[in-house]
């Protein structure tokens, strides 16, 4: 009987180990999200770099400096670039595009 007592509490002190781990763990997550809302909400330099085909058939670079963005910014910048670029004319494909942020 004292076995099985034992291996009860055991069993027991066990799983509640296991609810307190994870609890940590969430906070430590809710933690990691508030800095990132922090850092997306910052002004870094954002840049936008298409390799393009214009209607002659030669390829070239274009560049868009979006100046100091935050990161939600820095995609409506280079959706707005990229309608530009097509309204010109040019040829791209989604492989074509790169866009840095800070």
């Known amino acids: 009987m004292r076995k099985l007592v034992f291996s009860a509490l055991a069993c027991v002190a066990f799983a509640g180990s296991g ?3 994870n609890e940590v763990v969430k906070l430590r997550n ?3 999200i508030k800095e990132l809302e922090i850092i997306e909400s910052s002004g870094k330099p954002c840049n936008v770099y298409v390799w393009v085909q214009t209607p002659d058939g030669k390829k070239e ?3 868009g400096e979006g100046g100091s963005l935050s990161w ?5 910048y280079k959706d707005k670039f990229l309608q530009g670029l097509r309204e010109e004319g040019l040829k791209f494909s989604d492989e074509d595009i790169s866009v840095t942020w800070g």
């Open 72 to 76: 939600d910014d820095c995609g409506s």
């Open 30 to 32: 809710i933690e990691e």
């Open 19 to 21: 609810f307190a781990a």
């Open 61 to 63: 670079w274009r560049t």
